[in-house]
């Protein structure tokens, strides 16, 4: 499998704030006797903080889809919201 691997910053580059996201999905291999597993994770990070959502065993692909879209509407829904009361 092809890992696939994204990073942004959340801030803007002038900002002293080290804000981030990290999206992940590839097979990694922990150790060098035992076979690579898939790894998949969303991951928010500040100066203070850090967030990291993974399928565990009992997920799916579609359970993730699922986490990452509903993680997506509401982001969009506190955005709308927070241009309503400029």
């Known amino acids: 499998m092809e890992k696939y691997i994204e990073r942004i910053w959340l801030n803007p580059k002038h900002s002293p704030s080290t804000g981030a996201m990290v999206v992940f999905d590839g097979d990694i291999q ?3 006797d035992r076979k690579a597993e898939r790894v ?3 991951e928010f990070s ?3 903080g850090k967030i ?3 399928i565990t065993p009992e997920e799916s ?3 993730m ?3 990452t879209e509903l993680i ?3 982001a969009k829904r506190f955005a709308d919201h927070l241009r309503s009361t400029k």
């Open 30 to 32: 922990w150790r060098s």
């Open 40 to 42: 998949v994770f969303i």
């Open 46 to 48: 500040d100066c203070s």
């Open 52 to 54: 990291r959502l993974h």
């Open 61 to 63: 692909i579609k359970d």
């Open 65 to 67: 889809i699922k986490k």
């Open 72 to 74: 997506a509407a509401v």
